[in-house]
């Protein structure tokens, strides 16, 4: 493994803050393809972070037992947004700046602008295919999945199919992806898989194993490795926007969920409540809209009327 | 008129109610001007040119203000990020979302989204539009105006402001998701006027800008007046391409020598930049060449290559070509 710093800048108060790479060269020269991993680009977003550990341990290993195992070059990037990460916050502290809405032309002159687009650069000079890892907001617990714009679908579905998801989610383009990295990735043709999993400020264990899974069998099958024994993985749900109910809050108030996320609800089924705190009430009781699998969920019940509550993954969706 | 033009029941304590105040001379006005301040909790000028021009539109329409008589339609919207403003913050805790990143809005999203899109609904007739802010974050900015689209409506009115300096924005990635882009592909024409720092309220810088707001009421034909006119004429236009950002090479505690909106020759010093534990200068800053310093950072805390100062260069400028 030999490791590269990709960009750096220097702290008032001391030593540099860094972007590290780490490298598992490919046993021939001319590798057959690069695979980048990248986390931590939000730093309150540590599901990612875990499964870069995950990976990179797994690669030390078997590059000391099994070299002639890499057939293709992999770079990971385990923590892209330093400070934010040590700060466990999903902006740029020092600035209050989303590094994930820096990236691409005329954000201007700003530190994380540059920082984001340094990141961007090394990964377009690099990489074959990239692997962006996210975990949800403080808001919502998410089963892992992978994201795709609709213009990119056609390229990305198949190696999405390969990674262990539960579900793969096209949707339609909006402006918000522009300044994203997996957006400008994509748009400079390298195949780019947003993976969502869990929620942040948490490390869930089994979706962090399961993802894990899925980027191995997914190394395997693009020949990056060559696995003896590559792990078994579940084909994912693939839906398109007409495939998703979004069940929404109607009233503010607290929202206490009743099911687990990932259980395959009945239409009518109880998800949970809405309560008035200061009155003792329940104002509102939230019940599935739709046959299917539950594959979001609230986590943080303070709500304001409007917030997104549960997503479900519609029993008649297709697989890829 | 005051109107309350959202309102969402929050979760444990009082509602949250967005407004709107508006003056209109007939039911079909010509012309609407709308003015948002409060885009985000730490951008205090605004709100105070907001309140002020409030009270002097009251006075118009009550007859105290007697130069002046409502021609067309204004509506002042005088705080957006109603939750920032309160917790006297750039961003709201509860999401981080910047409000000037969620246009164009969700009706039946999340409360930014919702205030975004009740803000461009409300704004959808105008016919010219002003958003006032400060600085960014960690930095001061000389009143100026800022436009996306330099026609020549857009270019008279921001002279009608009377400020020295009107620039161009160039459009990026972010910039898609602002009120100012949405009213631009809506032909609206508008611009930002932006003075000051966060967190400050310079009542001085606010007091100047307010007889510049008033004249462009008047010049985009919202108000008629019965005084002279007063279009400044020697006002500098930089296009996007004229920004020269002077960063920083390494990191420490930095103290400017300068005042943004200052005229710098080439080799002017701008401040220095000392180690934070021996307190030896580390470098020094100086302006690479002529130009009008729009923008000083005023948080001492600096990281390396970090922008120190913001010059708005002559060479791709010039005066307002009338």
């Known amino acids: 493994m030999k490791t590269y710093t990709i960009a750096s800048y ?16 490919a046993v021939k020269d001319k590798p057959v393809k690069r695979i980048a991993f990248v986390s931590g680009l939000h730093g309150d977003e540590l599901e990612g972070v875990f499964i870069c550990h995950r990976l990179t341990e797994y690669l030390r290993q078997l590059k000391e037992t099994h070299s002639q195992a890499f057939l293709g070059e992999v770079n990971v990037y385990p923590a892209v947004n330093p400070q934010a990460l040590g700060a466990a916050s999903r902006l740029w502290p020092f600035f209050s700046v989303d590094m994930n809405r820096q990236m691409g032309n005329g954000n201007g002159a700003s530190l994380a602008a540059g920082f984001s687009n340094a990141l961007l650069d090394d990964l377009k000079s690099s990489s074959d295919i990239v692997v962006d890892f996210h975990a949800s907001n403080l808001h919502l617990k998410e089963l892992p999945q992978i994201r795709i714009i609709e213009e990119f679908g056609k390229k990305l579905i198949p190696l999405a199919s390969l990674c262990n998801t539960d579900l793969i989610w096209v949707h339609p ?3 918000v992806f522009e300044a994203t990295l997996g957006y400008n990735l994509n748009r400079a043709k390298i195949p780019t898989l947003v993976v969502e999993t869990g929620i942040c400020l948490r490390i869930h264990p089994d979706f962090c194993d399961q993802v894990f899974k899925g980027m191995l069998n997914l190394l395997h099958n693009t020949g990056i490795l060559n696995l003896p024994d590559p792990p078994e993985v579940k084909p994912p749900l693939l839906v398109n926007p007409r495939q998703v109910a979004l069940i929404q809050a109607e009233h503010s108030g607290l929202f206490v969920s009743s099911i687990p ?14 309560v008035d705190a200061v009155n003792g009430t329940v104002m509102e009781t939230i019940v599935s809209t739709a046959d299917g699998l539950l594959f979001t969920l609230r986590e943080q019940p303070v709500i304001y009327q409007g917030a997104p509550l549960a997503r479900i993954a519609l029993k008649e969706t297709t697989q890829p | 008129m005051k109107e309350t033009i959202l309102s969402i029941p929050s979760p444990l304590g009082p509602t949250v109610t967005l407004c709107k105040n508006s003056w209109q001379a007939s039911a079909t006005p010509d012309v609407t001007l709308s ?10 000028n605004g709100l105070y040119l907001n309140s002020r021009l409030t009270r002097f539109l009251n006075d118009v329409a009550e007859g105290r203000e007697t130069d002046f008589k409502l021609k067309g339609k204004i509506q002042v919207f005088p705080v957006v990020n109603l939750h920032a403003v309160q917790s006297g913050t750039r961003l709201w805790s509860f999401d981080d979302l910047d409000l000037d990143l969620a246009f164009p809005g969700n009706e039946k999203g999340e409360v930014a989204e919702q205030i975004a899109q009740c803000i461009l609904t409300h704004t959808a007739d105008s016919t010219h539009g002003v958003i006032l802010g400060t600085g960014d974050h960690l930095y001061e ?23 020295d300096i009107v620039r161009e924005l160039a459009e990026s990635s972010t910039a898609k998701l602002n009120l100012l882009h949405h009213w631009g592909e809506s032909s609206i024409s508008s611009l930002m006027v932006s003075v ?10 606010c007091d100047s800008l307010f007889d510049g707001l008033v004249n462009l009421m ?13 279009d400044k004429t020697d006002v500098h236009f930089f296009r996007a391409n004229g920004n020269y950002c002077v960063l920083s090479t390494q990191a420490g505690l930095f103290t400017s020598e300068v005042k943004a909106g200052s005229f710098l020759k080439e080799g002017d010093k701008l401040g220095e930049l000392r180690d934070i534990y021996s307190g030896n200068t580390l ?18 805390v600096l990281y390396e290559k970090e922008p120190v100062a913001i010059l708005l260069t002559e060479k791709k400028s010039g005066f307002w070509p009338f």
């Open chain 1, 10 to 25: 220097q702290s008032p108060l001391g030593g540099p803050v860094e972007i590290i790479k780490q490298t598992f060269t």
């Open chain 1, 173 to 175: 383009t909006a402006p």
């Open chain 1, 261 to 274: 996320l990932g259980s395959w609800v009945k239409k009518g089924e109880k998800l949970g409540d809405i």
């Open chain 2, 35 to 44: 003015i948002v301040s409060g885009m985000h909790g730490d951008q205090l």
């Open chain 2, 141 to 163: 900015d000389a009143p100026h105006a800022k436009m996306l689209h330099a026609d020549r409506t857009t270019r008279k009115m921001a002279q009608s402001l009377g400020l």
């Open chain 2, 196 to 205: 000051g720092k966060p967190q400050t309220l310079d009542r001085t810088l």
């Open chain 2, 218 to 230: 008047v010049h985009t034909e919202a108000l008629s007046t019965s005084a002279n006119k007063n």
């Open chain 2, 283 to 300: 470098e020094e800053y100086v302006a690479p060449q002529d130009g009008y310093l729009v923008t000083l950072r005023h948080h001492p």
